[in-house]
């Protein structure tokens, strides 16, 4: 908890937005996430392709095994 979630705008004029994951919601640390975002709105979230999980600073991810 605490990873960041960017959302680059798609059009001319939308901002960016940044959300902050409070809670996983999925199995095995997967999507869906509880996310709270810079203005103070929480919602469910389904990441896209473009949207990558940046870790917490001193978080790890964890890694699968080979």
Partial sequence: MGD???FLGHKVGDCDRV?????VLGSDGGPSYLVEFEDGHQGEVFPG?????EPHA????ERSAP
């Fill in 19 to 23: 959300g902050r994951v409070l809670e």
């Fill in 58 to 61: 001193g978080h790890e991810p």
């Fill in 4 to 6: 960041r979630l960017p």
């Fill in 49 to 53: 392709s473009d949207c990558e999980l």
